[in-house]
């Protein structure tokens, strides 16, 4: 049984598509096709692509990652063309934001460049509270959240707040929000940005860091619940975002990683065992059906190819959980556009 708002996809996806019922439709199951027509845009004439994403400028010699087309595996399930002042008429006078971290990031100046594609010569100005398409007034803005929910510096040091999100006091009043979390949660060490996490009255010094995610966005479903208004708000949530630092999962060996990827895997079938964290956000998203998930995974776990690698400006390790532009992220916006317009 599908859910509740993958259902609703599918079937308004069949109507538009003519109701040529394909049994099993799912615009998330496919595979990637070589398109000679991608990629979308020119990174150059873009003005948001952030270094770190640039990999033509930052010397990629290979161009075939560039010219990978998502192809949804049913006939009824073709994917729209992206049409930036189609999508820029529907969001006239609407402020969309994008709430998470870094791959938040990613998404949002995938979209950048693509809506100023379709529109070059648009005014577009950028201030702190976003960049506006001024011909259209929207404003499309970024919010760094790496936990949704709240760290709060006390006395102690810096607590992570499972059940606190404060922060929904900046998000309220986007017309359309897409939210995404994960990478973050990992972390431990320097990198850890915080020093106690507190569930309900009990402040800890760790504790499971999948428990304590899955705790953390059934905080945001209740904030989603009690603050938005699915009459005029829509909400997205960005599906867990995956990295290819480790070969064996996807059958080469495990010293591999996305450094030297050419080529995407083949098909429409990942080695490696879903990510315990997608499985959350899957069974999450299906409770609450005013969110839209866009199930990205698995389409992306077959883009070892599509990471920066070396070629983020930066060095460092090679980046193998953010991804270049144009990319993959564009494709994320197609399918992000694909709900919109239906
Ligand atoms: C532009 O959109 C904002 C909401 O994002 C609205 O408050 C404002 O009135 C709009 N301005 C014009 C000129 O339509």
């Known amino acids: 049984m599908a859910t509740g708002g993958r259902l609703c996809f599918l079937l308004v996806a069949l109507a538009a598509a003519g109701g040529s019922a394909a049994e099993g439709c799912d615009p998330y199951a496919g595979s ?4 000679a027509s991608y990629p979308l845009y020119d990174p150059a004439k873009c003005p948001f692509v952030r270094k770190e994403f640039d990999c ?3 010397g990629r010699p290979d161009k075939g990652y560039l010219k990978y087309r998502w192809e949804a595996a049913g006939g009824g399930c073709e994917l729209p063309e992206f049409d930036g002042l189609h999508l820029l008429g529907r969001w006239r006078g609407k402020r969309v934001m994008f709430v998470g971290d870094s791959l938040s990031l990613n998404m949002y100046d995938s979209l950048l460049c693509l809506l100023h594609a379709a529109d070059p010569r648009g005014r577009i100005s950028s201030a702190a509270a976003g960049v506006r398409f001024e011909d259209f007034n929207v404003t499309i803005s970024y919010y760094l959240s790496h936990y949704l929910v709240d760290i709060v510096s006390e ?3 810096r607590v992570l707040k499972l059940d606190s999100i404060k922060g929904g006091r900046d998000w309220v009043n986007a017309d359309v929000l897409i939210f ?3 990478h973050w949660w990992p972390r431990r060490g320097l990198s850890q940005p ?3 996490i507190q569930v309900g009255g009990v402040v800890l010094k760790d504790m499971d860091r999948t428990v ?3 705790k953390a966005l059934g905080t945001w479903v209740k904030w989603v619940r009690s603050n938005i208004d699915p009459n005029t708000q829509k909400v997205f949530y960005q599906g867990v975002s995956p990295s290819h630092y480790h ?5 080469e060996s495990i010293g591999k990683s996305c450094v030297g990827q050419t080529e995407p895997v083949k098909g429409s079938y990942y080695p490696n065992e879903p990510l315990p964290q997608e499985e959350i956000v899957k069974d999450i998203m299906t409770k609450i059906p005013l969110v839209s998930l866009l199930d990205i995974t698995l389409l992306s776990q077959l883009r070892k190819d599509a990471h920066p690698s070396k070629y983020s400006g930066i060095q460092a390790n090679p980046d193998c959980s953010h991804w270049c532009l144009p990319g993959l992220p564009d494709t994320w916006n197609i399918l992000l556009y694909a709900s919109i317009i239906n």
């Open 56 to 58: 033509v400028r930052y």
């Open 247 to 251: 070969g064996n999962e996807w059958g």
């Open 32 to 35: 990637w096709v070589v398109e």
């Open 180 to 182: 995404n979390t994960w």
């Open 194 to 196: 915080w020093d106690y």
């Open 155 to 157: 006395k102690i040091g």
């Open 212 to 214: 304590a995610f899955s």
